[in-house]
């Protein structure tokens, strides 16, 4: 069946600017985690959904970051005024309540 | 709160040759153990888990892991390496299993593997 899928695979955007990165979890898995991946660092965990609601938000760096998950399947990852410091892989994974199911991630790339 | 400390950053090997990436852990409540590993330009796959029972773990591709509560470590292990695993490899460590918990991740160790 078909895995977690993110896109844009690859972004590249200018300081300042909003992005929005998507997620599609595998059909079925209630549980959705964003996590951020700077070059050289393994994956940084920012935010998990249960179903429809943000169950830990505590990895969010600070409010220009936010996600939404309305239908308790896609999510979206917004990023306001963005700063060179936000460049990293976005990772998106889904699950059951067993293994964490990981996407190729999303290139975010601020100039 | 949970860390990971990958001591390795970089291991070279030669092919056929046995490998070990070292992983420790720090964690004042029982957690539960991964190792994933990510081919270049590609996501996060599952390689072996310890979430209770034997702790010896055998994975995918004949990798396997021992957890060691007395020295908080989870070492990942192969005896005879393939090009094919040339890889970077990620150590996590979750207060649940794996599914409803975040993921706390080592910093990763990049294998080599020459021919």
């Known amino acids: 069946g078909a895995g977690v899928s993110q896109t844009p695979s690859n972004k590249v955007t200018e300081k300042g600017k909003y992005v929005e990165l998507r997620c599609d979890p595998i059909?079925?898995?209630?549980?959705l985690y964003w996590y951020r991946q700077s070059l050289g660092q393994g994956p940084e965990f920012l935010i998990y959904?249960?179903?429809?609601?943000?169950?830990?938000d505590s990895g969010l760096p600070n409010d220009r970051f936010f996600a939404v998950r309305p239908e308790g399947s896609v999510s979206t990852l917004k990023i306001q005024r963005t700063e060179r410091g936000d460049s990293a892989v976005y990772l998106c994974?889904?699950?059951?309540?067993?293994?964490?199911?990981f996407g190729p991630g999303t290139r975010l790339t601020v100039l | 709160a949970q860390s990971v400390t990958q001591l390795d950053s970089q291991v070279p090997v030669f092919e056929e040759a046995p490998v070990e990436l070292r992983c420790n852990y720090s964690s004042s409540v029982s957690v539960y153990l991964f190792w994933y590993v990510q081919y270049p330009n590609q996501g996060l796959q599952l390689l072996l888990k310890y979430l209770s029972g034997s702790t010896l773990v055998k994975g995918i591709n004949g990798f396997e892991a021992e957890f060691n509560k007395s020295q908080t470590s989870f070492h990942l292990r192969k005896p005879s390496v393939h090009i094919s695993d040339t890889a970077e490899y990620f150590c996590?460590?979750?207060?649940?299993?794996?599914?409803?918990?975040?993921?706390?991740f080592g910093k990763g160790t990049k294998l080599t593997v020459n021919p």
């Open positions: 959904f249960q179903g429809t609601g943000a169950a830990d």
């Open positions: 996590a460590v979750t207060k649940g299993k794996g599914g409803s918990e975040k993921l706390v």
């Open positions: 059909s079925g898995h209630t549980a």
């Open positions: 994974a889904s699950s059951t309540g067993g293994e964490q199911f």
